[in-house]
């Protein structure tokens, strides 16, 4: 009788009838009296979301203290009920760290003991019978060692979910690490790891080398080996994406073209994380999109609204931070506010959607209803990065550093591994004028993306940069905010180094260049002050051909100002990188090439004899700005000067008797503009000129450029015609 209502207990299971599992259940526990069953049923229990009645089955039958697995499922009971103090009580606080090692000694004696027993069998009838009889009870009492650590790697699990329930992380990453030593299978111990970022990415790589893949058991032991190298190829693809770029692609295509997974959402949403830290946006959306549209909403019932809600609900909690960010970089605003709302009346119970709704507003510039949504994100999942980050980018926008300094504080504390909090912690310093406190945060930045532990003052990481000795990996705008620190200490050769590495670590990393405009202005800047006036010109140029030919603006040029990612909501190992974005400090496609106009115009005037090319720069720069306080105004001042200048030089030409006094003052005029800048900060003199003769001829030159447009007008319809 009892198998037979065994097998109908696991039929109405099967069909998801999980009331008549729990009668049938009780039933089968009231005839047999077993721990297995009493055990089964309390599994349906929880199942059903039915603790309390899971926990009192387990407490009446004293299965607590008389089976592991029984005393795992009653502490994963009180955690679901948010009871974390007992189950710690029931898992106790210490972590069982010599099945560690045991464990995985025990399979390779177990694989020993069958390999030698498969050989025997062949040789002796009566021995090979015994041995099978040994063999099988062997196997068996294996099996339930097997059993045994699985549950006391998930205890472990469990007990790491208490302690960061109770904020205390570096007890946490400990027990989940344990977990995954303990049991290489358990993934929510290592998927904690990976997604709440309490690894950097060198650590997150040494802790992957030192888990036994090889202590997997399956059935078919000739296929063991392969199943471990499987493993090891899934679990790759959850690393931050900066610790090895070049594992992390052969992971990606081995799983993709070797076992036909190039179309599953996970290697999928891998992809899109790695453009996104290449700042690659459209190509990243592309793939996100994809996903969200792979539900099957073809049915010919649903009118176009509905097929958009429905590919919008569903799919894995990783994918809708990338996916929000990304559209938060394209500027799709309109996608945004739909799936906001799709997302707050179809989830409202999720974080994710008050994060959606967070970063809607911020898009749109409503910095106080954004933080406010962003603010409950958080609270509804403390250990949302996203949230975090978005909450303190808010205040960062609104200048209030004092607060951002704060939150992003609260980020670093609660993501160990992630070197962004420490970034952006660097920045609002750096905003500040709080030179030492930034180097310190920036530098912890650099240690934490490349690896590389640097320790010292400035003048000691420069000293390493021109020797070699420093390992200049991780992320690229950590080197580009360091040099910055670097320019604002005079310290011009390691900055320009640092610039340069930057755009090199940036390439061989397949970022789309659009994105690193701003470093290469911050080194062409640099190479200006260093009086290496071509390559800063060469450097200018190049940044007009990127910006012009490129997509989505960057940020500021002026060093100092830096490059702020502003909308960088998905930190996971994603974890996920820092991408610049120009939303932080409000610049967009107009300002960009203005600055840049502007910049090659103060280069040109620097240089000497190409006043009339530096003129023609400072003109566009105005047209393009169109007077701009902040932008046009600097443009339009130096527009006024250089003109002078130009005046000053016809009259050199127009005026042979008096080319020496007239050289004289155009060389003293050049030389005051050159001694107004002071560390990167562009003073630029409005004195008018002493010449009245120079200013007559203004009118002059003007009238000049004018037919010079209209020469290339004419040149430019003719060809048109």
Known sequence: MDKYLRTWRQDALNKGQNDAAIYIGDKVLALTNNDSDAFWLAQVHFGNNNFTRALGLLSRKDLIDRSLSCRYLAAHCYIKQGRYEQALDI??????????????????????????????????????????????????????????????????????????????????RECYKDAVRIDVQCFEAFDQLMKNSMLSPAEELAFLDELDFDSIRIDDQSLAQEAAHFTKLLYTTRLSKYSSPATLANATETLSTHYNLASNPDLLLTRAETLYTQCRFYDALAITTSILNSQDSSTSSLDAYSKNTNASLGHSPRLYPLHLALLFETGANNTLFHLSHTLSTHAPHEAYTYLAIGTYYLSTFRIAEARRFFSKASLMDPHSAPAWIGFAHTFAAEGEHDQAIAAYSTAARLFQGSHLPQLFLGMQHLALNNMQLAWEYCLAAFEMSSGTIQSGTEEEFSNGIFNGTTNLGGDPLVLNEIGVILYHQANLPAAAKLFHKS????????????????????????????????????????????????????????????????????????????????????????????????????VLLSMGGRTREAVMALHEAVRVLGGDAGGGGVAGTLLSRAMEYWALEEDLEMDDEDSASQAGSVVAARGSLRSSKRKGKEVVSTRPSAST??????????????????????AALGTVR
């Open 91 to 172: 898992l106790g606080e210490d972590n069982p760290t010599h099945l560690v090692t045991t464990s995985h000694n025990a399979r390779r004696k177990l694989a020993h003991i069958n390999g030698h027993a498969s050989r025997n069998v062949t040789h002796r009838g009566i021995r090979a019978q015994r041995d099978r009889i040994e063999l099988s009870e062997e196997r068996e009492r294996d099996r339930e060692s097997e059993k045994e650590l699985k549950f006391q790697a998930g205890m472990c699990y469990l007990r790491g979910v208490c302690f960061a329930k109770r904020n205390a992380f570096d007890r946490a």
């Open 503 to 602: 755009l090199e670590l940036a390439s061989e990393l397949g970022c789309n260049m659009t994105a690193w405009v701003a470093s290469r202005a911050n080194l062409a800047h640099t190479l200006r002050r260093l009086g290496r006036f071509e390559e800063s010109l060469a450097e200018f140029d190049e940044c007009l051909r990127t910006a012009t030919g490129g997509a989505a603006p960057a940020s500021a040029f002026e060093p100092g100002r830096g490059m702020t990612a502003f909308a960088n909501l998905s930190l996971n190992g994603t974890g996920m990188g820092l991408t610049p974005s120009g939303a932080a400090s409000g610049y967009d496609e107009r300002n960009l090439i203005g600055s840049i106009h502007t910049s090659r115009g103060l």
């Open 693 to 714: 003769k120079g200013l007559s001829n203004e009118r002059l030159i003007e009238q000049r450029m004018d037919g010079d447009a209209d020469d290339m007008l004419d």
